[in-house]
């Protein structure tokens, strides 16, 4: 059997994460991060709680675990799992929700991000991590040492853990740790049978292996989250040295494709969650909106708190230097009272703010690998725009007109007679 579309509603992804409405998400992690020493006695309980529950989400290391209940180290084929080829022009069939798990050969610390893989044939499998992503980094020092790459790849487990493969956490911050904190306890994990790595216990299927120095071969084309093909490149390969698995598994898959697809969802909920951590940096931000349309590496919405002239072009600068926001190819800054969750509004403010010889500034730097639109890979232009109102410290010689808005009397006095003008 095949599990899909597990994260594909708003409501599914809060259900995923423990919560009853996506609107919590942000909630959980302000009240972490929280250090104001004005809290009210309940907000520093609930704050120590936090930290108490932070304290204990290191992975649990177990004996025995469900993902290898038969264990699968010489016959073995990919041939026998119900692996998808998703898309019409895709080169063949992809592995398209893995835990791709390595280890960083300096330092030890475990990594687990998702990339899709290209199955080869039954052993073999493409890597398909992009050069900003963990894995490659692990795998860019493991080129530097000469040594083969030993890779863990789990497939299936608790929705929790399968979402913080895809968080775009800081460098050398565990995802099973990040994983254990969002779910209130420890993630299980197991040794694996053939490589120096710990997975998830209560994953449905283990592929364990490597991946070699220098060798490569042409992945692709894949129908991506984009909405377009991504090209057929070379990446590095993977090597299956074992297999193991539950006894029953159940075949976890996602189809990524225009928007809205599942990713979607779940790349909102990163959104939300991560909010609060961008606006411990960056305090003067009311909200971050990265619309689905956008693919969330393409175009990000922002209100602020304005204070002093140029304020704009500071966070646009600002947003394009904090970490996976550097992919970020057009950045929007408005006002604070301006709805950035609402594309009605935002499009009427921009319009009407923006004076295009003023308010526009473009620069070069790094973009995702999935953007085909520049002329060079993972590099190109960007554009920020400043639809904020402009004050006379800069440049701005008129009076900025006032929006029109009905006076609360008048508002007032109709609320109070509207039975009397038969508009019940």
Known sequence: PIAINLFGSYKRMAWSLGLNDFNEISQRFSGLLKTDLDMKLKQKIEALLDLYKLSKSKPKEVKKAPCQEIVKDKEFSLFNYPILKCWPDDSGRFITLPLVITKDPESGKQNMGMYRMQVFDEKTTGMHWHTHHDGAVNYRKAVKLGKRLEAAVALGGDPVTIYSATAPLPYGIEELFFAGYLRGKPVEVVKAKTVDLLVPAKAEIILEGYVEVGEERIEGPFGDHTGYYSMAANYPVFHITCITQRKDPIYPATIVGKPPMEDCYMGKATERMFLPFIKMQLPEIVDINLPIEGVFHNCALISIKKSYPMHARKIINAIWGLGQMMFTKFVVVFDDEVDVQNPSEVVWKAFNNVDPSRDIMVAEGPLDVLDHSSNRPI????????????????????????????????KKLVDERWKEYGLE
């Open 379 to 410: 590099y190109g232009a960007k554009m920020g725009i400043d639809a904020t109102k402009k004050w006379p410290e800069e440049g701005y010689q008129r009076e900025w007109p006032n929006e029109i808005q009905m006076s609360e009397k008048i």
